[in-house]
């Protein structure tokens, strides 16, 4: 078993630490944020992803094989592989901001002791492995390290599934040494014949950003399908389930909403088409894929605006989910962090909810109502747009919501809810790419 350092603990870091440990390794989850590692030393998550809290306990107090230090420099000389997780944040110009990355390989290159594998789970641009390596090696021989490129295929809301039964394993080695060794790290899995690819590591940075940006693609063609059907009146739903049954394409990801969001498309898609600009072969369907993607949520407003007769200003509007996805709490380039904004500059009274989310978006929109239940947030409304498709959204009692409302109006953006109740019960609705009753 490994002595592993794990490098920043956000939820690629945190994730991959307690998942690592469960794995049998001596797992030290190491941050400059004292205040998370005090959080998780008191035995508290700092975000919500299910599975993590009961998989961080038995690690740490069970099997004592899971730590957390602010002491990075001791982790570091301690340990035989430390894995970079850090941050790798979006600059105003849309490249990737490399400087946590890069204080990490400062760290890392004071205080080598002897051999190690430096492995980055981060995502990061191609020739990011290559920085660190010269970084490292300003003041290192080369046989103080190996480095390795292993980027995470985790989807918040089921991150810790993803990293104990995932579908591949990449590892960009650039020495048979260093493969072993990861794949030792990975032994649970590799016995399990999880496919497992060892390539460079430039191929292994490719690959991360070369499979996000083509899903957010596959997102950005359903949501234009979606809006075409609306004109020709066919139902999207029916054209994604008989194109899923392609096994060339597949169903997944074919679902149509208000573009996508959170932590890793839009940041992606935006740094690979950095990427072709850089080297001259500009990215034509990424960047297509954004744009749709960028003009998807103001749709939704003018849909909402549609349904209330063009006379959306002073209007209340109830919004059931805040999160990017359902299953986190994050809310970063979530639709509702697009819509609400632009809703409050047209007049319109927000009524917020969300089951997990609420905390975090009222940090960063303290002015808008929130309340603690979906019944009370749609209370006397002219209208209600679904942006998350939480479980309690799903089976939502269409009855008491028009009970509830001024009026029945109802924008489904996640397309959860059945067009035939809505009907029945005479509610005025649209949908995204569905038959819609105006
Ligand atoms: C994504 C990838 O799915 C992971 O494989 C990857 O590891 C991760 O990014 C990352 O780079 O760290 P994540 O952003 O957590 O994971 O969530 P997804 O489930 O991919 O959803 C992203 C967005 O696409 C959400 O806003 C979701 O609502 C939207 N989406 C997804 C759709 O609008 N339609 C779909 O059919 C699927």
Request: aromatic share 8%; proline share 4%.
């Amino acid at each position: 078993m490994e002595k592993i350092c794990v490098i920043g603990v956000g939820y690629v870091g945190l994730v991959s630490g307690a998942g690592l440990s469960e794995f049998g390794h001596d797992v030290t989850c190491v941050d400059i944020d004292e205040v998370k590692i005090n959080l998780l030393n008191d035995g508290k998550i700092p975000i919500y992803e299910p599975g993590l809290q009961s998989l961080v306990e038995s690690n740490c107090r069970n099997s004592n094989r899971l730590h957390f230090s602010i002491d990075i420099s001791k982790s570091i000389k301690d340990s035989s592989v430390v894995f970079i997780a850090v941050g790798t944040p979006q600059k105003k110009n849309g490249k990737v901001d490399l400087s946590f990355i890069d204080s990490a390989a400062n760290m890392i290159a004071d205080n080598i002791n002897d051999y190690k594998i430096i492995c980055t789970k981060s995502t990061v641009p191609v020739g990011t492995g290559e920085r660190i390596e010269k970084i490292i090696l300003s003041k290192n021989k080369s046989t103080m390290f190996d480095y390795v490129s292993n980027p995470e295929f985790l989807r918040e809301g089921s991150a810790v599934n993803d990293f104990m039964i995932p579908d591949r394993l990449i590892i960009g080695a650039r020495t048979s040494k260093a493969y072993n060794i990861m794949k030792n790290v990975y032994r649970p899995l590799y016995v399990n014949e999880t496919p497992i690819m060892n390539t460079s590591v430039e191929t292994a940075e490719m690959i991360k950003y070369a499979a996000n940006a083509f899903l957010a693609l596959k997102i950005s063609y359903i949501n234009e399908i979606a809006n075409l059907c609306e004109d020709v009146g066919v139902d999207v739903h029916d054209v994604a389930k008989a194109m899923g049954q392609d096994g060339r394409i597949s169903p997944k990801f074919l679902h149509p909403g208000p573009g996508y969001g959170g932590s890793c498309f839009p940041k992606d898609t935006l740094a690979l088409s950095h990427l072709g600009k850089k080297f001259n072969k500009p990215l034509k369907t990424i960047e297509a894929a954004i744009e749709v993607n960028n003009n998807q949520p103001m749709r939704m407003i003018e849909k909402l605006n549609n349904l209330l007769d063009n006379k959306i200003s002073g209007k209340k509007v109830a919004i059931l989910g805040l999160s990017f996805k359902p299953k986190t709490d994050d809310i970063r380039e979530a639709t509702s962090v697009k819509i609400i904004p632009e809703l409050v500059r047209l007049g319109v009274t927000i009524h917020a909810y969300d089951p997990i989310a609420m905390n975090n978006f009222r940090n960063q929109f303290p002015d808008i109502n929130y309340f603690e239940n979906w019944e009370e947030a749609i209370r006397d409304t002219d209208a209600c747009i679904i942006l998350t498709e939480w479980n309690e959204f799903r089976g939502i009692d269409l009855i008491k919501i028009k009970s509830l409302m001024s009026e029945p109006v109802i924008l489904d953006a996640k397309n959860i809810l059945s067009i035939s109740k809505l009907e029945e019960l005479e509610f005025k609705y649209d949908n995204v790419g569905r038959k819609i009753s105006l």
